[in-house]
């Protein structure tokens, strides 16, 4: 098991919504298992916060102002069943391991698109396996991008738990991709970091642009490469990604694109780069703050 080394400090205004406790500059945890090895750590910042609570908001539109659960990447994933769990469409609660009848709770899309999770056939495919769909994906995986399994992130803690299990000292985040199959539902996986410097794209893929995001349930941050999206400046950033320059930080059910900078990428004139969080200095970044 990994173990966290945290440090409570005053939580930076302006930074995050409903933002973390971030760790003093000489108490940087790691929850890459790679901080043992000999490439000096993960990079990974870690905070002293509890994990976020999603928290209902109002809808803009509706009429007589009723409080309704925010769209979260949980929203994704359907309520017949869970599709984050390897034995969900076992009935005995036994163990899933019938080559001949193997059933996996998956992501499908119904009638106009409406997102729906339901009990279907399964493969051996586990986590990076090539696939064509979901059907050659172990229980608990999906097929997603050019045609890869990852396993669903439901619930952040999902990857999390693939962190800390990880036997090639891999850290997983929980992102949002579409299925490989037709149906091209977009569902949360958890997806391997690359390690990378912000506002560069020296090793990242094509579209694809090196960001911060947050993992072990929001309570610390790692740069990674990840998809370029179409979200823009205070966008909500929950199902949808930024784009390139900005990072997805907030609370579940309220995370919104902020504008990351540094000497190369200022702010624009009516906002400060505020390059105070240590979460954000152990990358090179800050975060525009408006003035």
Do not use: W
Not at 95 to 114: F, I, K, M
Not at 225 to 230: E, F, N, R
Not at 233 to 245: I, N, Q, R, V
Not at 255 to 260: D, F, G, P, S
Request: hydrophobic share 30%; glycine share 10%.
């Amino acid at each position: 098991m990994i173990s966290l080394r945290r440090s409570a400090v005053a939580c930076l205004t302006g930074f995050v919504v409903g933002c973390a406790a971030l760790p003093a500059a000489d108490d940087l945890g790691c929850l890459n298992k790679a901080e043992t090895t000999a490439d000096g750590g993960c990079g990974v910042i870690t905070s002293d916060a509890a994990g976020a609570t999603p928290e209902a908001g109002l809808d803009a539109n509706s009429s007589d102002g009723a409080l309704l659960a925010p769209e979260t990447r949980q929203s994704l994933c359907g309520t017949a069943c869970l599709p984050d769990e390897a034995n969900a469409c076992v009935e005995d609660a036994g163990s899933n391991t019938d080559d001949a009848g193997l059933e996996s709770c998956r992501v499908v899309l119904g009638a106009n698109q409406t997102t729906s999770s339901m009990c279907v056939s399964a493969g051996q495919g586990g986590d990076g396996a090539s696939c064509q769909s979901g059907a050659d994906c172990s229980p608990g995986y999906e097929c997603v991008g050019t045609g890869t399994c990852r396993h669903y992130c439901c619930h952040d803690d999902s990857c999390t738990t693939m962190t800390a299990d990880s036997t090639t000292y891999d850290t997983y985040f929980c992102d949002v991709a579409s299925e490989h199959a037709s149906s091209g539902a977009k569902v949360p996986v958890c997806q391997v970091v690359v390690k990378c410097s912000p506002l560069t794209n020296d090793t990242c893929g094509p579209d694809q642009a090196c960001t911060v995001v947050e993992i072990n349930g929001g309570n610390d941050f790692v740069a990674t490469c990840d998809a370029i999206g179409t979200a823009k400046l205070g966008d909500s950033c929950e199902t949808t990604h930024c784009a390139a320059g900005l990072a997805c930080f907030g609370t579940i059910g309220q995370r919104t694109c902020q504008q990351l900078c540094d000497d190369q990428n200022p702010c624009p004139s009516n906002a400060t780069c505020n390059m105070k969080s240590q979460a954000l200095m152990s990358f090179g970044v800050g975060v525009c703050n408006s003035n």
